[in-house]
């Protein structure tokens, strides 16, 4: 399966931004699918995943603010970001492998990705 990720971009501190990811190769509607992101100098991080169905986690530092979410007839994965801060400031990934794991927030052990788009939260 091939991802492809965008709709990153420069917003101000309390904005909002959606990110999409599309496949392509394969339907994602029976993937696990999961954004990343990676700050310079730092490793890559997990942001939020969704199983096959409807379970959804979030990292500590996104939970309230972040949504993700798939479309199956458009073979999409989005991530809402609402209320962003300068700590968001990253370049995001979408993920995805073809089983859950509870390994999840490991960045090792998602099979495919997606290009990275940029999303710059400054004033």
């Known amino acids: 399966v091939q991802l492809q990720a965008s709709g990153g971009g420069l917003v101000q501190p309390g904005g909002s931004l959606r990110l999409s990811c599309v496949g392509s190769?394969?339907?994602?509607?029976?993937?696990?699918l999961a954004w990343f992101r990676q700050a310079p100098g730092e490793e890559r991080e997990f942001v939020a995943g969704?199983?096959?169905?409807?379970?959804?986690v979030y990292a500590n530092a996104v939970k309230g603010r972040f949504t993700i979410s798939r479309d199956n007839a458009e073979n999409m994965v989005y991530l809402q970001m609402n209320s962003l801060k300068s700590e968001d400031t990253a370049v995001y990934y979408c993920?995805?492998?073809?089983?859950?794991?509870?390994?999840?927030?490991?960045?090792?052990?998602?099979?495919?990705w997606g290009q990275g788009t940029q999303v710059t939260v400054s004033s």
């Open positions: 993920a995805a492998r073809v089983r859950w794991t509870v390994a999840y927030s490991d960045y090792h052990q998602w099979e495919y």
């Open positions: 190769g394969r339907t994602l509607s029976t993937y696990a």
């Open positions: 969704l199983r096959s169905g409807s379970m959804r």
